[in-house]
């Protein structure tokens, strides 16, 4: 079975700045993907970014980018020049291919202060 | 083009009722997922649906069931509520092929309160 572990519960950085939330994963398998989801107060689960396991190259999206070292099943998120509206549970996930099933990590509350 | 819909936002039951929840996929969305999200367990995956068909099953008691429709929408239910069902129950909807490159996209979900 596959586990995601996110071992930052809370983190908190100054608008402006730059923050990483680490996830680690664990899967005997090569053919995966990996999310991250964020989930602000009003709930609604919204996709940040996402990475295929056969690419070597870390996924972008504006300020977001990874960090996927796949020999060590790890795949961290950096948020650059944090914006207050970046406040929110940041959820690490994980699909195999072929399968629409996600595992979840446990969560990282992260607070982007003025 | 409309998101996925759940339906109600809000539930308050008591111990022993049933309750069930509905979800309505992005249009020509197949694929129904749906997650419970507690303060404790974090977020679990619960099933999933696929022109009308289970595909996928979580470790849950049987209590939890759902179906799917053929318009794809997609209903969960509950029987014999337990305190521990109180959660936030998140149902995703995908394309449903599998591949990460269409990714789930999440409703707001239904709180459900046991009493």
């Known amino acids: 079975a596959q586990t995601v572990t996110q071992s930052q519960p809370e983190m908190s950085v100054q608008e402006a700045e730059t923050v990483t939330l680490s996830c680690t994963y664990d899967?005997?398998?090569?053919?995966?993907?990996l999310f991250w989801y964020k989930q602000p107060p009003s709930r609604q689960m919204i996709l940040v970014i996402r990475?295929?396991?056969?690419?070597?190259q870390n996924a972008t999206e504006n300020r977001f980018s990874v960090n996927f070292q796949k020999a060590a099943k790890s795949f961290s998120l950096k948020i650059s020049d944090s914006q207050l509206g970046d406040t929110a549970m940041y959820f690490c996930a994980f699909m195999l291919a072929g399968s629409e099933k996600l595992v979840f990590g446990k969560g990282t509350k992260l607070t982007v202060n003025p | 083009k409309a998101g996925v819909t759940q339906t109600p936002r809000y539930l308050i039951k008591t111990r022993g009722q049933q309750v069930t929840l509905s979800c309505s996929p992005i249009?020509?969305?197949?694929?129904v997922s749906w997650y419970q999200q507690t303060p404790g367990q974090g977020l679990q995956f619960l099933f999933e649906y696929f022109s009308e068909t289970q595909r996928n099953k979580g470790n849950f008691p049987g209590r939890f069931s759902g179906r799917q429709f053929s318009n794809s929408r997609s209903e969960m239910n509950v029987s014999t509520l337990e305190l521990g069902d109180s959660a936030l129950y998140l149902c995703?909807?995908?394309?449903?092929?599998?591949?990460?490159?269409?990714?789930?996209?999440f409703g707001d979900g239904t709180r459900l309160s046991i009493l």
């Open positions: 990475q295929e396991a056969y690419k070597q």
């Open positions: 995703a909807s995908s394309p449903g092929v599998g591949q990460g490159l269409q990714p789930q996209h």
């Open positions: 899967t005997s398998e090569s053919n995966y993907y």
């Open positions: 249009s020509g969305h197949r694929s």
